[in-house]
């Protein structure tokens, strides 16, 4: 890869840049140079014509000294060439100038293979650009981890909302809506999520659904894959036989696969449940939970996620899923099917032990 040609001479006097074709050969110039410093303007005619005869390749240079020479400049001492640019060079620097690490790898490769005489004149270009790249990432690693320290509990909270509603009419009428709000925190070591649930409906002048949820989540980094959490969960759920349920567990949890595309998170530890029956008063025990948290970014407008958990204990084992599809609309909304299930081993008398619900919902991130 050749290194950039130096400008040519412009031919400013005519009133229009010519682009400047070769050198004129030293004999040719020598014999100009002689006729112009003889002073005799016939002279300096005959020998421009010549010159321009023989060598048509080189008449715009003549041009350019015959023109310096009328109007009393001194010559020019040298006229460089301009040949074209370097096809290859041309389309590494515009890799580079893009900012885009892959693109300018995938250039910089085709590159070495279509020019390997350049190849180390390549390689340090590629080296240079990868260790500016790598500064101006610390440096926003750096200021982002001191704008996470510098704020307070309340600052730099992302979430989104939900609404649905639902109405039919005819023999059994029906009326239902549901609404969530869903937060999330993440610092240096610590993150924090906040959820709220809550589903209702009545057909036919009976309530038929309803139930709330509210749940709180942090977890500290242990290792880059590894952390711990603790988790606090209260639900209401009459049609299920309860008027609440407290849940609170804590324990460790592993990033199995941690990538912007996909994420899946495992966890376990041991739990404590206190749950207010409506038929047969309240009942508490030690338990423990297994759960996991599942995240897929199918297309940049589409995205799945998973979330379950299971708590085990003497008298009853209770499952509870919830699978969301999620589809961007415009801007922060985004339209979403989900589907939850509950499942108990053991039920209060007269209850399911499996209860499902799907939702049609508009979600607005924030």
Do not use: C
Not at 117 to 127: H, T
């Amino acid at each position: 890869m050749t290194a950039l040609p130096r400008l040519a001479a412009l031919g400013l006097l005519f009133g229009v840049a010519h682009p400047v074709h070769a050198q004129l050969a030293p004999p040719v110039r020598a014999m100009l140079d002689a006729a112009m410093a003889s002073g005799n303007a016939a002279d300096v005619e005959m020998v421009g014509e010549l010159a321009k005869r023989t060598n048509p390749a080189d008449q715009i240079e003549i041009d350019l000294l015959l023109g310096f020479y009328e109007r009393g400049l001194p010559p020019l001492i040298e006229v460089a060439v301009i040949p074209p640019p370097d096809p290859v060079r041309v389309m590494l620097d515009a890799a580079i100038a893009s900012g885009k690490d892959s693109d300018v790898e995938a250039v910089g490769k085709l590159a070495k293979a279509a020019s390997p005489e350049d190849v180390a004149e390549i390689d340090i270009l590629l080296a240079d650009y990868r260790a500016e790249r790598k500064r101006l990432k610390d440096e926003a690693a750096a200021a982002e981890r001191a704008r996470l320290a510098g704020a307070k509990f309340w600052q730099y909270w992302k979430g989104e909302g939900q609404i649905g509603a639902s109405h039919s009419g005819g023999n059994n009428k029906s009326t239902g809506f549901n609404v969530g709000v869903a937060l999330a925190r993440k610092g240096i070591d610590w993150s924090q999520r906040m959820r709220a649930q809550a589903d209702y409906q009545r057909t036919s002048g009976r309530t038929t659904l309803e139930r709330y949820l509210v749940e709180y989540e942090p977890q500290v980094k242990v290792s880059d894959r590894a952390f711990a959490f603790g988790l606090g969960r209260w639900e209401r759920d009459r049609m299920l036989g309860y008027t609440a349920r407290w849940n609170a567990s804590g324990g460790l949890g592993y990033k199995v696969i941690d990538s912007k595309a996909m994420s899946l998170n495992l966890k376990a530890g041991p739990a404590w449940r206190q749950t207010d029956f409506v038929q047969t008063g309240r009942d508490s025990e030690i338990s423990g939970l297994a759960g996991l948290d599942f995240g897929w970014q199918v297309s940049p407008t589409l995205r799945l996620t998973q979330t379950a958990s299971t708590i085990v204990g003497e008298s009853n084992t209770s499952t509870s899923s919830l699978t969301a599809l999620n589809a961007k609309l415009t801007g922060g909304l985004s339209a979403r099917i989900a589907y939850s299930a509950e499942i108990a081993s053991h039920p209060p008398a007269g209850v399911e032990n499996v209860d499902t619900l799907t939702r049609f919902t508009l979600v607005y991130g924030f």
